[in-house]
Structures are given as C-alpha cells and as structure tokens.
C-alpha cells in the first residue's frame, strides 16, 4: 500500500489550497478515506472523512464550511479542498485509509 500527498505549501490567511492523496496497492473503490491533521505539539486529529463511494461525508467541527473532501475513484485519489485558511490550520496533513495506512504527510502552513 502506497498514499503520495501533494499539495501542501505556505499560504496567506484567508487562502486556498488542494490536497491530493494517490494511493496504490489495494482497491481504492472498497474503503472508506480520510484526511487528519497534526499541528506541532497536538495530537493527530481527524479532518474528513469520505465513504467508498463517495457519497457520505464528515467533518470536524474547526473545519464545516471551509473544507471539503471528496475523492476520484478512477485516479485512485482522493481529495482536500480547503478555503478561508487560517493560522490554525497549519499542520502535517495526512492522508488515511479505512484498513489503517498512512501517507508520509503534506505539510501546511497558513501565516503573513
């Protein structure tokens, strides 16, 4: 199993940015996603969630309105959209599967 996270960079407070996770080495289609987050000195949380399908959502709280996941079943890929950024947000992101591998992180970091 393979999770490559794309997409992490430094943006501005108020910023835009999308997160990709391509995963190989299982079926991608059968399991459920998710994206959590690790802010320095915090424990990992999670951030979305997304079912096989696509079709059922969840979200934390600090992020309803701003993030939305979603994903792409024949890429293999899932997804981060994230808007109205704020300092808060800034974190190791990663990518999640449903039978419990990680991606190696995306790093994000919302400051002026």
């Known amino acids: 199993?393979?999770?490559?996270?794309?997409?992490?960079?430094?943006?501005?407070?108020?910023?835009?940015?999308?997160?990709?996770?391509a995963?190989?080495?299982?079926?991608f289609s059968s399991y459920a996603m998710s994206w959590y987050r690790q802010a320095p000195g915090k424990n990992r949380e999670l951030v979305a969630l997304i079912g096989s399908a696509g079709g059922?959502?969840?979200?934390?709280?600090?992020?309803?309105?701003?993030?939305t996941i979603s994903r792409?079943?024949?890429?293999?890929?899932v997804y981060l959209q994230m808007i109205s950024l704020k300092p808060e947000d800034t974190a190791v992101y990663?990518?999640?599967?449903q039978t419990g591998y990680w991606g190696q992180g995306a790093r994000v970091t919302v400051s002026s």
């Open 94 to 97: 990663y990518c999640h599967t």
């Open 72 to 77: 792409d079943n024949a890429k293999n890929t």
């Open 1 to 21: 199993v393979q999770l490559v996270e794309s997409g992490g960079g430094l943006v501005q407070p108020g910023g835009s940015l999308r997160l990709s996770c």
């Open 23 to 27: 995963a190989s080495g299982f079926t």
């Open 56 to 67: 059922s959502t969840k979200y934390a709280d600090s992020v309803k309105g701003r993030f």
